[in-house]
């Protein structure tokens, strides 16, 4: 099998949510900018999933590893005004471990997509043209439906029952996007648009100790791999503007139709799905 030159590329956007609001976003391009702190307060209720109470760590350790405590505070808490790494601490125990985090990336919008890495799809070991298939997990579904089971969605209201939003073009999406966000009064410098990575939280153990070394606000770009079949990426947006931050907490904003770049699939894919694609492989 071969290997593709550029893994974390991708060719297809997807969002799981609601038929009523995928049908606004179709219509007018309506999106709802959520934070941090909102996922972290939904998996404290609801459990991980769509929530995840890890959001936005910088660092963490056990929380009686004293040496350790110190050695994390002083990195990121330094009263001196040189120390780049210094931060507005948020530190919150979570278990057995003290999490510590940046309290202004938990407030920051955010917007998450599911991308169709390259990666996820077998590579050709040939030139030529090839049809590739990948699983988009059940996982996925379910993590955003709070695991319901199909009789219960069944139940539920039409307009709330789960709809599949697939952005086919991805790059004319973030046109429309940077124009919208423009208009609200932000900078392109101030948008942030990246992957996730995920890391293996528990890999020292229950005691051991992480520091990401992430610059603000990157941090948001950092996961457990317990949601790495959530394949995400992620728009932050990076303002100080309060104004700016108000406005998109308050309402969506809307980009225009989306019909000639996206369609909606209603239905609960409760066991997942199988994506099937042409490509086109080549030397470099």
């Not at 990666?119 to 993590?143: M, N, Q, W």
């Not at 966000?181 to 990575?197: A, K």
């Not at 992430?214 to 317990?226: H, S």
Request: aromatic residues 12%; charged residues 30%; glycine residues 6%.
């Amino acid at each position: 099998m071969g290997e593709w030159a550029k893994p974390n590329n991708f060719s297809a956007t997807f969002r799981l949510t609601s038929s009523k609001y995928a049908d606004s976003f179709i219509d007018a391009g309506s999106i709802k900018f959520n934070t941090p702190q909102s996922w972290i307060d939904y998996s404290k209720k609801y459990g991980d999933g769509r929530g995840d109470g890890y959001e936005g760590t910088l660092g963490f350790c056990d929380s009686l590893d004293v040496e350790r405590i110190l050695e994390l505070t002083r990195k990121y808490e330094s009263s001196c005004i040189l120390n780049p790494n210094t931060r507005p601490l948020h530190k919150e125990i979570c278990g057995n471990r003290l999490l510590l985090k940046d309290k202004r990336s938990l407030k920051l919008p955010c917007f998450c997509v599911y991308i169709m890495k390259n990666s996820l799809f077998p590579c050709p070991d040939s030139e030529g043209k090839h049809r590739v298939t990948a699983d988009i997990p059940a996982s996925y579904f379910r993590d955003f439906s709070d695991n319901y089971l199909p009789e219960d969605i069944d139940k539920l209201p039409l307009e709330d029952q789960p709809a599949l939003i697939l952005i086919s073009d991805f790059d004319e999406f973030k046109n429309r996007l940077y124009q919208a966000l423009r208009q609200v009064g932000l900078d392109d410098s101030e948008i942030l648009i990246g992957n996730v990575s995920y890391f293996d939280f528990e890999a020292y153990g229950s005691n051991g100790w992480m520091d990401f070394g992430q610059k603000y606000p990157k941090e948001l770009l950092v996961k457990n791999t317990r949601f790495a079949e959530q394949s995400e990426a992620r728009v932050i947006i990076k303002t100080n503007k309060k104004e700016v931050i108000e406005r998109l907490h308050s309402a969506p904003i809307e980009l225009g139709c989306m019909k000639d770049i996206a369609q909606v699939h209603k239905s609960y894919l409760h066991e997942g799905i199988r994506v099937e694609m042409t490509v086109d492989i080549y030397e470099e």
